[in-house]
DNA sequence: GGCAACTGGTTGCATCGTCGAACCATCTGG
DNA sequence: CCAGATGGTTCGACGATGCAACCAGTTGCC
C-alpha cells in the first residue's frame, strides 16, 4: 500500500524498457546494424544459418518467428545476393533446403565480426561492477517474458 | 586472460540482447501493442504527449530518437485521426507546437491502460528480489548505449 | 485407388516505419 | 543585412511484415 513508485509500479518497468527500446535504436530499420550493408532481418537469417549450416525454410521461419510469406521473400534476396543456395528438400517434394555460400559464408564471418565488435564496444561502456548484474538482469527478463 | 566466458565476454551479452528482443517480440511490427487498433509509432508519440500536455515538434522527434521528417508525417497521421492539434510555436515563427485534443486525451488514456495492464503482468513474472536489479541494469544499459 | 485435409512455398496487395535530400521559412550572430 | 543555423514539409527510396489466394506435394482415411 505504499504511495511511493517503487519496485511494484508497472510504469517504472515501462519507463525503464521504453527507454531502452529507443536508446537501442530498434525503432530504425537499421540498415546496418553493425556498419555492415545489411539489412537487419537478412543479418538474422544470415546467423541462423551459419550456425546450422542447413536449415529447412519453415524451420527459419519458426525461428525468427516470421510467416512464410516474409520468409519466403528475405530467402529470395539472400539467394539475388549470392549468399544463400536453395535446394529441394530431400524426401519431400515440396521442402526447400537453404544453405550459405562461399561468399554467404564470408558476408556472415564479416557480420559476426562486426557484431563482437560492437557488443564490445558496448560492454566497455557498462561499469565492471555493473556487468554480472545487467546480464543476469536480461536473463530474469527473457525468462518473465516467455511466460 | 580468463579462457572462461565471463562478464567481460561481448558474446555473452550479444546473446542476452538478442534473446530479450526476440523474446520481447521487437521484431514483429506489432500492429497493436496491446490489443490497441493503433500503430505503435503513434502510440510511441501519444504516450509523449499525454505526459506533457504540450510539446515542441522538435522536442518530440528527439524523444523517440526519430529524424524530423518522420516526426513530421508522424504527426499528421495523428492530426488526420483528430488527435493532435498543430498551433504555431509562440515565439518562433518557424515551430510548431502540439497538443492532444480531447479525442486524443481519450485514446491516449485508453492506451496507457492498456499498456499498464501489460507491463503489470510483465512485472508479477519477475520475482519481486530482482526486480530492483531489472531496473537498475536497464538504466545502466540506457546510459552505456548513450555513449 | 481416390479424395479431403494439411503443409511448405510463392506471389500480390496492403500497411507500417524509417531515412536522406531538397526545399522553404524563420531565427541569430556578426 | 547577410550568412549560417534551425524547425518543418515533401518526395523518393528502402526495409519489413502480414494476410489471402494460389499451387504443389503429403498424409490420412474410407
Do not use: Y
Request: hydrophobic share 35%.
Amino acid at each position: 500500500m505504499s504511495s511511493e513508485r517503487g519496485t511494484d509500479d508497472p510504469a517504472e518497468l515501462q519507463e525503464a524498457l521504453r527507454g531502452f527500446v529507443r536508446a537501442f535504436g530498434l525503432h530504425q530499420p537499421e540498415k546496418t546494424p553493425c556498419g555492415q550493408p545489411i539489412p537487419v532481418s537478412e543479418a538474422h537469417a544470415l546467423g541462423e544459418l551459419a550456425q546450422d549450416g542447413e536449415l529447412r525454410q519453415v524451420e527459419l521461419a519458426r525461428r525468427l518467428r516470421l510467416t512464410k510469406s516474409t520468409v519466403s521473400r528475405l530467402v529470395g534476396q539472400l539467394t539475388a545476393r549470392g549468399w544463400v543456395e536453395r535446394a529441394p528438400a530431400p524426401g519431400d517434394g515440396r521442402g526447400v533446403v537453404l544453405r550459405l555460400t562461399p561468399s554467404g559464408e564470408r558476408a556472415a564471418g564479416n557480420l559476426a565480426e562486426a557484431r563482437r565488435e560492437k557488443f564490445s564496444r558496448l560492454l566497455v561502456s557498462i561499469p565492471e561492477h555493473e556487468r554480472e548484474g545487467v546480464l543476469h538482469a536480461l536473463h530474469v527478463l527473457v525468462e518473465a517474458l516467455d511466460e
